[in-house]
C-alpha cells in the first residue's frame, strides 16, 4: 500500500510543473467539459451510486446517512451547474495582490499561484468529489482525493469521468483518487512533507483530530462547528424566533447550524415560550435554572455545551447581559459561526468584533456560512483556523503568492 | 517545567482578549516608550549581553556566532529605531480586505484581525526579540518567545524593558519570554493546541524540522535557502559578476545568500574568469565538469547541490539552457529565493513564472529577500512554505481575518 500511495503521489507532484502553466481558456474547457460528461452519463453514476448504498444499508447504516451518500439525477444536475458556475467566476491565479516599488527602483510584485498539491481527506457526499475537482482545477493546482471507503463506487465513477473529460487538455495525475481502505493509510498522505503541500481534512471530529495531530504537510483544519446564537434583550421577537428555527431545525446535522441558545434575561419571559412553539416538539433541550421555567428538559452541563450535536438537541442558557454571552462563547465554541439578534446595532456591532469566530452574523441565521451563499460557486470546506485562511474555503483560498522582483542590477549594500 | 510554561501559555492566551480591543494610537504609544526605553537603557543591556557573549566564549562557540550574539551601541540604536519605523507603517488591523453584497441583501465584510497567541522559537540573534515584539504588538498579537539559553541574558533583559515600557498601557503577558533550556521543552508550545494559535520556527535547519515534525499548533516554516542564481547567454557581464559577488559573499551566512551559480554554456567562458578574478580567492568551489576548465575545486555532488552551506562555498555548474536551470532549481532548492540576470527580458519572465519559490529576481542580487528591504519595515521571518504566507512575513503576514455578516432576519431556505 505505501508503494501504492505514494507512487500516486510523486506523480500528482510531479503534474503540478505542468499544471501551473495552464491557462485560463484550457481550464474553463476542461471544467464545461467535466460538466458534460456528468450529465451525459447520469445512468451510470447512479449505477454506482447505488452499490454503495446497498453496501452502506447492508452495514446498518444509519439512512441519515444512507441520504448523505445518495446520488439522484437532480443531485447530479446540481453538481454539473455548479462545476459552471465556478468556470464563471474570476480566474485569481497571475492577479497582482500587491505592488511595492522601492527607494532602490526594485519594483516587487505579489502574484497570485496555485499552492500545488491538495490532499484532501473526507467522508460520505459524493459531490465534494466534484466540487473540489472544479475548485483546483480552476486553480491550477493538483488534487489528491482521499474519500471514504463507504463512497468508493460513487467516487471513483466521478474521477473516472473527470479524468476521460479532461484527457488530452490537461495533464494527467492532476486528479487523483487514492483507494485506500485503512484510516492509517492517510498517514501516507499526511506525512508526504515532499509530495503534498496542504491537507485539507473534511468530515467528522475523529477525521480532523487526527490529521491535526498526526500531520507534518500543513493543515487547513475545518468544519467542526459549535455555533451559538445569542437573542438581546432588545431583539425583535419574531425575527429572533425566524432565525433561531432556522439556525437549528432546517438542516441539524451540518457544521453551520447551532448548538447552545444564549437568551438575555429580560427577553427570556417572552422569546423562549415563543422558541418552545416554533420548535414544535421537535428538539430536545438542555436547560440551565432559568431557561427550565419555561422550557422542558434536562440541565445543561459543561459538556452539553461543549458538544456538537448535529441533531434535533439544543441548549438553552440565559445570560444577564452580553458579556455574558461573549464569554460563554469563548469557552465552548469551536470559532466557526455565532449570531446576535438585537436592534441595538451599536451592541452587534460589539458582540461582532469581541469575538474572535470565523464568520460573525448580525440578524442572520449561522446557516449562511457557506461558499455558495457566500457566491463562492462551491467551497473545499470551512476552515476554522487562523492560520491561511479562514471560512468558506473558495478560489481565493486554493491560491498561494509569490515575489517576482524586478531590477537593474542592483545589489545590497 | 511543564506547569510553568503551560501557565505562561495559559496567561498570555487569557491577554489575547484584551489584546484585540487596544487602538492604534495607544500601540504607538506602547511602540514609542519601548524605543526610548532601549535607548536609555544601552549599558545594562550591553551588562546582561556581554554575559551571554562570555559564557559562548567559555563554550568555545565560533567567533562567526558570537558575532550574531553580540550587542553593541550602534545595534540597540538601530533596533529602536526599526520600532519607530514599525509605528510609521500603516495598521492592518481593521482593515477591510473584502466586501460582498449578496442577492438576499446579505453584506459581508471581511476584516483583517490578529492571529491571537504567536509562538515564537528562534536562536542566537537578540535583536529578533524586539523586531518580534514590536511587530505583534502593531498587529494585536500576544506574542510567546522562545529565545536560544545562548541569549538567555540578553533576551532576559530585553524582554524587561519592554515590559516595563508597557505597563499599564497593553494588558499584562502581551509579551512574555519564555526560559527553557532543552528542546523537549518547545514540546510543550508547539503541541499547545489550546493556548497557541501559530508557532514560527526561525533557525537552524534541526529546529525548523523538528518543529515541523512535531507540532501540532499550525506552523509557518521558515528560512532553510539554498538559493540559485542563473547566469543566462544574454547576461549584462558586469551585472552578472556584481550579482554573483553581492549574492555570494556580501555575506554568506544568512538564508538570502546564493549557493549555487548556473551558468548558460555559452557565456561560461567570459564569466566564469571574470567571476573567479572578483571573488579573489575567498570562495571555495564545487564544479561541474565545464565549470571545471575555468575554476578549480572538487566535482559537486547530489549532496554538495542540497546542502545550505552558509558559508564562502559555493557549486557551479554549467547548463545547455534555461530549462535545465530551471530543472535543477525545481530539483535542489528550498523554495526561498532565485534569480536571472539576462537581457531578455522575455526569457527572465519565463524563469519567473515556471519556478514557484517564495521570491524570484530578474537582474537583481537575492539578498533582497528580506523585511526590511520589502519595506515592512522588520521581519519575522522569512516563509518558504506556500500556506498562508511566503517570503518575509511583515506586518500584514501577522494577521488573519474574519467575516462580519450584516442581515435584517435573513434565513436560509
Redesign the interface.
Known sequence: MDNQITEQLKLAKTA??SM??INKETKEKALKLISKALLDHIDVILEENQKDIDMARDNGISEAMVDRLRLTQARIEAMARDILKVVALDDPIGSIVRE?H?PNN?V?KQIR?P??VIGIIYESRPNVTVDIASLCIKTNNVCVLKGGKEALHSNRILVKMINEAIAGILPEHCVTLLETTKRTDIDYVIKA?DYV??VIPRGSAGLINYV??NA?V????TGAGICHLYIDKLA?LK?AV??A???KI?RPSVCNAIETILVHREIAPAFLPAMKEAFAGKVKFYVDETAAQYLSGERATAKNYATEYDDYICNVKVVDDVDEAIAHI?QYSTKHSEAIVSEDYELAEYF???L??????????T???DGG???FGAEVGIST????A??PLGLQEMT?????????????K
Open positions: 503540478c510543473r501551473q502553466n511595492i522601492r526594485l516587487i499561484i499552492i500545488g512533507h503541500d496542504v491535526v495531530a507534518t500543513p493543515v487547513i483544519e425583535d425575527m425566524e432565525i428555527c432556522n439556525a432546517q469563548y461582532m468584533n469581541s474572535d469566530s470565523a464568520c460573525v452574523y448580525h440578524n442572520a441565521s446557516r449562511f456560512t451563499e457566500f457566491g483556523q487562523k492560520l491561511h479562514r471560512g498561494s503568492t509569490k515575489y517576482k522582483i524586478y531590477g537593474h542590477g542592483q545589489i545590497r
